[in-house]
């Protein structure tokens, strides 16, 4: 490789002097940069050393089309070191070359390359992850950061590109859940007429857990709401909630759970975002960026998303490492979904007051069945 020499060089002179100059470990924002071998501890084993973490590539000119980084490295350990992967969370990493295995006290590059026309203009971060067989170190991350200029109009032409390729997704994904729909209700049609279902007269013991709520907690009603932050019905929900809230003062406490519908692509990164606000600030700042949401409801794309996160204080690289992992995602949701389906909850949105599903949601209805609790609860004591 052509950083070869260099690498050879550096490790001729790290065994020579022990370091390397003190200032140069570490950049301001505290990751790791050239290596300091004082620092490193000599084990068994192959030991992936990356020379730097954090990669600055400066401006990217207009013509470039792929961009290219270079990442340095040394096996410090005593059996050779094996390259198994290397990929990153953004969908504009194209891939990599370079060494796959280095012998003891070798160096290596490892060549990566992002596209740029799936990534914005201006000050740009890109996280990847090199993957070894380093039994300590496993998946090392290494970020690069670069400044990416395009011609206006270019950059007008790469979103609405990738709006249509999203909206595309989503209507493929509707279409796959409307035929589903469509078979659900031939099965249940009789003489090629959909039978009416009944309504769910079920009294649910909701288990209200962490969840975030607004209102007394001894409140005598309690409202729970099942919602996706992506479903335009719950967004005409709320300020029912929020009426309900101002009309019987202390009387009444709305409980928000997770139910983002499958079919709704940008609805789970959202729930993602509002419970990693909960985990982080508590109930208030969640129902910051719940509000947030709330008042923008076509702006859900991660960047508005991290807007939001920014806006209320919260720790934006904790932000970007779960909305990017659907995993992580899944597992912040997991115990609101369970409910969901304990409670036979299958659409959005979905209200319980005191347990019992509201068939039909209108104010009246809402006070009807209020009034119905608080003059049982009266009558109890």
Sequence with gaps: ?????????????????????????????????????????????????????????????????IIEGSILFI???????????????????????????????????????????????????????????????KAVEVYFHFNVQRDPIEEELRVIRKEMSNLHKELKAIRADLKKVLKEVSKDSNNNQARRKKPDTTVYNVNIGSSPTLGPTDAPVTIVEFSDLQCPYCVKEYPKLKQMLKEYPGKVKVVFKHYPLKFHKKAKPAHAAAEL??????????????????????????????????????????????????????????????????????????????????????????KARIDQILKEDKASK
């Design 277 to 366: 606000a909960k985990l982080q600030g508590g109930p208030e700042k969640f129902w910051k960026i719940h509000d947030m949401i709330m008042d923008n409801p076509k702006d859900l794309e991660i960047a508005d998303l991290r807007g939001y996160a920014q806006t209320i204080g919260m720790d934006l690289a904790g932000f970007d490492k779960v909305v990017a992992d659907e995993k992580q995602i899944d597992e912040l949701l997991k115990a609101d979904m369970a409910e969901a389906r304990r409670c036979k909850v299958t659409a959005t949105p979905t209200i319980l007051i005191n347990g019992l599903k509201m068939s039909k949601r209108g104010i009246n209805d809402y």
């Design 75 to 137: 096996n410090t350990g005593d059996e050779p070191l094996r390259v198994n992967k290397v990929d990153g969370p953004c969908a504009c990493f194209a891939g990599y070359s370079g060494d796959k295995i280095l012998q003891p006290e070798q160096g290596g590059e490892i060549l990566v390359k992002f596209t740029k026309s799936k990534i914005p203009a201006g000050q740009i971060k890109r996280m990847v992850r090199v993957k070894t067989n380093d039994p300590v170190n």
């Design 1 to 65: 490789m052509k950083h070869f020499t260099i690498i050879t060089v550096l490790l001729a002179v790290w065994s020579v002097i022990g370091c390397v100059p003190s200032e140069a470990k570490s950049d301001t924002q505290g990751n790791s940069g050239i290596i300091d071998k004082s620092e490193s501890v000599a084990r068994s084993g192959p030991s992936i050393e990356v020379m730097e973490k954090r990669i600055d590539l400066g401006d990217i000119s207009l013509e470039t089309d």
